[in-house]
């Protein structure tokens, strides 16, 4: 396993990330969740990424219980805090005082550790004073319960706003965690300039684009039975999703000699693509089975030739998405 920096912090990460979204708490089995868990630890992964909202809250304990026992100074463990948890009160959602503060207590009781590595807004608030949003954020770093501040699909003004009340209050704001893979680029033209800027690294999800750039998925064929897309979250997923279309499913076909002749499985050639951005920290896998893991962990110091990169780009051009204005928060 590679270690990166976390912006300009000293916090290192491990280039590829443990995440349990879609998975632990409502796709996975708790024995299957932790097994997977065991095998990203075997690999070198140190940093586990989740959220309060996945699996409603479940896919948090899992992973605190997966987790234990290990030696937490080795780990780093990441959440966050936005969207609505609980029973659906209207203080069970956003980024105000009051669900910051209770969401991030009730975190670290499932997470059972005293403190979070990295604690991250999830989407911006629009309908919360940024100044109430970071002060909860500072009272947490000054209480020792967060040592790090991140946001997650944060647009570049946003991003900006943030650093600078993040400076006055004198907090580390390290990371934003997008969404960026091979087909899905939005980042590229504002987003990593201004992190670049304010001293934050990307922490990206969805490398692999929700299993597309595995090549699992055939044009136009059904999903493969076992497949995260068979079941009934992942055919809502596969409403929603740009990806699953037969022009994208056939410009990741095309892909398969790259691969190859790399040496790669094509869901290692899309990890370690996103892992040659210079301001990606590090890449969110996430598995419903060890062998998952142990492929794409291959993928850390993994660099990729400018000819190859050129090549990807030539057999993804006309269904790649770049458009910086997908990047938005809802209003809640």
């Known amino acids: ?24 708490g409502s796709q996975v089995e708790e024995e299957q969740a932790h097994a997977c868990i065991r095998a990203a630890l075997d690999a070198g ?37 936005f969207w609505p948890t609980g029973p659906g009160g209207p203080n069970d959602k956003g980024l105000g005082r009051k669900h910051i503060m209770e969401s ?24 919360v004073p940024l100044e109430e949003t970071m002060t909860a954020f500072a009272d947490l770093v000054r209480q020792g319960k967060v040592l790090y501040i991140g946001v997650s699909e944060w647009n570049a003004e946003q991003i900006a706003r943030g650093a600078a009340l993040a400076r006055e209050l ?9 969404q960026y893979n ?25 490398p692999i ?12 064929q059904p999903p493969p039975a076992g497949s995260r897309a068979a079941d009934e979250t992942g055919a809502r997923m596969v409403e929603r999703s740009s990806f699953f279309r037969d022009p994208v499913l056939e410009a990741v076909e095309s892909l398969r000699p790259l691969a190859e002749q790399a040496g790669l499985s094509l869901s290692q050639l ?15 896998i996430g598995a419903s089975r060890p062998e998952q893991v142990q ?23 006309g269904v790649v998405t770049r458009d910086p204005g997908l990047t938005r928060s809802p209003v809640l």
Request: proline share 2%.
């Open 1 to 24: 396993m590679k270690f990166r920096r976390l912006g300009r912090s000293g916090l290192s990460v491990s280039e590829i990330s443990y995440g349990n979204w879609l998975t632990h």
């Open 45 to 81: 992964v140190t940093t586990f990424d989740t959220a309060d909202v996945y699996a409603n809250t479940a896919a948090e304990s899992v992973l605190g219980r997966g987790l234990a026992g290990q030696r937490r100074e080795s780990l780093e463990i990441f959440t966050k805090v």
């Open 104 to 127: 991030a207590h009730a975190s670290l009781d499932r997470l059972g550790t005293d403190y979070l590595d990295l604690y991250q807004a999830h989407r911006f608030d629009h309908t």
């Open 170 to 178: 004198r907090i580390p704001f390290v990371s934003n965690q997008p």
């Open 182 to 206: 091979m087909l899905w680029r939005v980042i590229e033209e504002q987003v990593v300039p201004a992190c670049e800027r304010e001293g934050l690294s990307q922490i990206v999800w969805s």
């Open 209 to 220: 684009a929700q299993g597309v750039l595995t090549g699992k998925y055939r044009p136009g």
């Open 270 to 284: 899309a990890v370690a693509w996103v892992l040659q951005n210079d301001n990606v920290a590090s890449a969110i």
């Open 295 to 317: 492929e794409n962990v291959k993928a850390a110091g993994v660099t990729l030739e400018a000819d190859l990169l050129r090549a990807i780009d030539d057999a993804l051009d």
